[in-house]
């Protein structure tokens, strides 16, 4: 097992047991979390499981004359998040992008060969107590598939019995959802065509659906078919394609495709980038989609590539930004060698 030492680290407080500011220390990375010595003792002891969050940010001159923190002008800040505060390390001589490095590099080749999440299993039958329950959930599937076959007259009653459906779905209730999907479907094509965004919002619908139901090649072939029909109405980068697109690549990942899921991913962040920019919330979204699938697959430090990218993306003042927050948990995740997808 080895190990990464960082020394002369300056400790800047925020942890509830050490507060004042204490220089002269080293910090070592090792499997079981990273610990804050003395030249003789040990200082402060961090095990990874204890970390909510973790940061490394080369301090501005504006961080410096705003923050109360001690921030030095040379190196590196380096936050870790706890339950109880943000314990604040000052790196000297080491810029932010060169301190990313050298723990990704260290947390990468310590954590050995990648091994991938296995593709997700289906969900568990529903549980049926007794000929009651069989009759009960054969007469709402019934009634979920007659709603289906409705006429549907105008987009609100649309919308309402796609609502219907996802409540259905949300809820475990699978079965209902599929019969109630599938014949609103062609109903809603029949109605307002079949490249009509709200027609294809439905069919989008029915391949999460089925993807939910552990039918995954059903899921996958609806969705391709959606993806396609999408990109031909809207073009590469429509609104409803990169959505499609990205819904897509989540059904590869579910199957353990995570070669199709990630190039779909990568895809779709290109397009985003050129149609919304790479700093808008929706670039920075799918940017983090493709972290997480790319960590799922065991690429562990192409992933926290792309979650500081994510960081960066965000301006300074979204530390609270639930896309921050993801990306920072993630980050101290990834960086434990001991976790496996």
């Excluded at 940061?55 to 339950?83: C, E, F, N, Q």
């Excluded at 080491?94 to 050995?112: H, M, Q, V």
């Excluded at 899921?219 to 031909?232: F, N, P, Y």
Aim: net charge neutral; glycine share 8%; hydrophobic share 40%.
């Amino acid at each position: 097992m080895s190990s990464l030492a960082l020394p002369h680290v300056t400790f800047l407080g925020g942890h509830p047991r050490r507060t004042s500011e204490t220089s002269g220390l080293t910090a070592v990375l090792d499997r079981s979390g990273i610990e804050l010595r003395r030249p003789i003792r040990r200082f402060l002891r961090l095990p990874w499981p204890t970390l909510r969050g973790l940061d490394i940010r080369t301090p501005s001159l504006l961080t410096m004359a705003l923050d109360g923190h001690g921030l030095r002008d040379d190196g590196a800040y380096l936050d870790l998040h706890l339950d109880h505060g943000v314990c604040r390390l000052h790196v000297p001589g080491t810029p932010g992008p060169e301190l990313r490095e050298r723990l990704a590099a260290w947390a990468a080749d310590e954590a050995g060969p990648p091994e991938p999440l296995p593709a997700m299993p289906p969900p568990p039958p529903r549980e049926v107590r007794d000929p009651v329950d069989v009759v009960r959930i054969s007469l709402d599937i019934w009634r979920a598939a007659g709603a289906g076959r409705e006429s549907v007259p105008d987009r609100s009653t649309l919308a309402y019995r796609l609502s219907v459906a996802e409540d259905h779905r949300l809820g475990g209730r699978f079965a209902e959802a599929v019969a109630l999907l599938e014949p609103l479907a062609a109903g809603a094509a029949a109605a307002f065509g079949p490249l009509d965004t709200d027609a294809l919002a439905v069919r989008n619908a029915l391949g999460q659906a089925h993807l939910a139901a552990g039918q995954v090649d059903d899921g996958l072939d609806v969705l391709r078919e959606v993806a396609a029909a999408a990109e031909h109405a809207q073009g590469a980068d429509g609104d409803l394609t990169l959505v499609v697109r990205n819904n897509l690549a989540i059904g590869y990942q579910h199957a353990g495709h995570y070669a199709q899921a990630i190039e779909l991913h990568e895809r779709n962040l290109r397009h985003s980038e050129r149609k919304h920019g790479p700093r808008s919330r929706q670039t920075v979204g799918r940017r983090n989609n493709l972290a997480a699938t790319l960590a799922l697959a065991g690429y562990r430090r192409r992933a926290i590539e792309r979650y500081w990218e994510v960081l960066d993306a965000l301006s300074a003042d979204a530390h609270h930004d639930p896309l921050a927050v993801t990306a920072r948990q993630n980050l101290a995740i990834l960086h434990n060698p001991s976790w496996q997808p």
